[in-house]
């Protein structure tokens, strides 16, 4: 068992070492032959990018250990259980709390409300700091915990993915035209942020695992598609949330 694991693990460093060759090899043309300096502390940096490619190792090798198949064995259980209230507050859930501990949403709502101090949107104060980023946490975590909702109805009613897309664009477009000025880019970074490396893999599983479970639905029609409503309605919250603090 262990010789297979390690086994593995190193297969998996490996295909992390393929993937981030090309950024290696872009970092290296650049500097040697368009600048035409030589590296800077190169140890430092071989050091650093050993420790990338043992994270990105791990962080892989988990997702096919534990997050993966959790997420797949829950949507199983639920469809199960034919519970559809559990399972709706079930995913609604999963996606409020995955997006709440995303490590870039955290560190864009505490740049946001530095800005918005400086800009004199809000009282340039700790507290009001605290209290614009964690405003701005909850209000994006909501609204992924709604999308994965509505994702998850949408398997199980099996609605085409391309109308709610569509709809909810055209609300992003509305949105935009009453929308501050001062909260616009910050909504549609927030739609990029969520999807990151907690949610993703967890709200992945659930997809696919949910439409393997249901009879009628195909994995790779049905299963996918939960990472699209994630990135959408952050961008209507956000601005709705600029609109009622502005």
């Known amino acids: 068992m262990m010789r297979k694991q390690l086994l593995a693990f190193v297969r998996v460093m490996g295909d992390s ?9 872009v ?3 650049f500097q040697l032959v368009v600048l035409q300096q030589p590296i800077p502390d190169l140890g430092r940096l071989l050091g650093g990018a050993l420790l ?13 250990l534990g997050l993966f198949p959790i997420g797949e064995s829950m949507a199983y259980a639920f469809a199960r259980k034919g519970s ?3 399972l709706l507050l079930f995913a609604f859930a999963l996606g409020f709390g995955t997006t709440v501990a995303e490590p870039a949403l955290i560190a864009v709502a505490e740049e946001a ?7 004199g949107m809000i009282e ?3 507290q009001a700091r605290h209290d614009y980023a964690l405003g701005l946490r909850l209000t994006v975590a909501v609204s992924v915990g709604v999308a994965i909702l509505l994702g998850v109805l949408r398997i199980v009613r099996g609605w085409p993915l391309h109308y709610l897309i569509m709809g909810g664009y055209a609300g992003v477009v509305l949105m935009t035209a009453f929308a501050p000025k001062s909260i616009i880019g910050i909504a549609y970074d927030s739609g990029g942020v969520t999807t990151s490396t907690i949610t993703v893999p967890l709200v992945t599983a659930l997809g696919v695992g949910l439409a393997m479970s249901i009879k009628g639905r195909n994995p790779m029609i049905d299963g996918f598609g939960l990472i699209a409503f994630a990135s959408l309605t952050p961008m209507i919250f956000v601005m709705a949330y600029g609109m009622l603090i502005g």
């Open 52 to 64: 990338v490619l043992i994270g990105l190792t791990l962080f892989i090798r988990g997702l096919d």
């Open 27 to 29: 970092i290296a043309f």
């Open 124 to 126: 340039d104060l700790p």
């Open 84 to 86: 559809l209230g559990w």
């Open 113 to 119: 409300a530095v800005v918005a101090a400086e800009g």
């Open 17 to 25: 070492l393929r993937d981030l060759a090309p950024i290696f090899l």
